[in-house]
T-cell receptor, first 110, second 113 residues
């Protein structure tokens, strides 16, 4: 079983729609969680960290459920520019390796 | 501004040759990582380092080696390149603090023919 699992998609939704991704992780010792965005095989870039209480950044909301070991990303009012691959990322501690999910492809259509 | 750079950006090499990919960061981060990315597999960890003279194997380390002689650099060496090592390689660095983000280089596209 992979340490971090994501639905690969693709998710194809119309502009303005709300879309949600989930990600599960297998190691309960995981401490830090992130969502990264990757465009067209360019380098991944941080979208947002995920905090225990959940957090929001504009149209993006991230949630963490430690009991069920999953994190989620919600995108509201999706824009064409949101089309990308979204990577779920987990780290066990501050000085530890970071593990990536295989990514979820999102395509926003006009 | 601090940054992380990879070189070369593109390389074509022949099977059996030794190849070294460079990664240099000016963030002064202790933690550095090498990943490869292939369709259907996402980013897979090859090797990582927590500091000078520290190196660790990741999930796909066979055929690769790294060395860490200073904080700034973590070169990745393919001892004898194989066609299965054709991929896009990303280097990353990260502070040793909880919730610190990882910064990535722009990637190296390696083709082994």
């Amino acid at each position: 079983r992979k340490e971090v699992e994501q639905d690969p998609g693709p998710f194809n939704v119309p502009e303005g729609a709300t879309v949600a991704f989930n990600c599960t992780y297998s190691n309960s010792a995981s401490q830090s969680f992130f969502w990264y965005r990757q465009d067209c095989r360019k380098e991944p870039k941080l979208l947002m960290s995920v905090y225990s209480s959940g957090n929001e950044d504009g149209r993006f909301t991230a949630q963490l459920n430690r009991a069920s070991q999953y994190i989620s990303l919600l995108i509201r009012d999706s824009k064409l520019s949101d089309s990308a691959t979204y990577l779920c990322v987990v780290a066990y501690s501050s000085a530890s390796k970071i593990i990536f999910g295989s990514g979820t492809r999102l395509s926003i259509r006009p | 501004d601090a940054e992380i750079t990879q070189s070369p950006r593109h390389k074509i090499t022949e099977t059996g040759r030794q190849v070294t990919l460079a990664c240099h960061q000016t963030w002064n981060h202790n933690n550095m990582f090498w990943y490869r990315q292939d369709l259907g597999h996402g980013l897979r960890l090859i090797h990582y380092s927590y500091g000078v003279h520290d190196t660790n194997k990741g999930e796909v380390s066979d055929g690769y080696s790294v060395s860490r002689s200073n904080t700034e650099d973590l070169p990745l060496t393919l001892e004898s390149a194989a066609s299965s090592q054709t991929s896009v390689y990303f280097c990353a660095s990260r502070e040793s603090q909880d919730r610190s983000e990882a910064f990535f280089g722009q990637g190296t596209r390696l083709t082994v023919v």
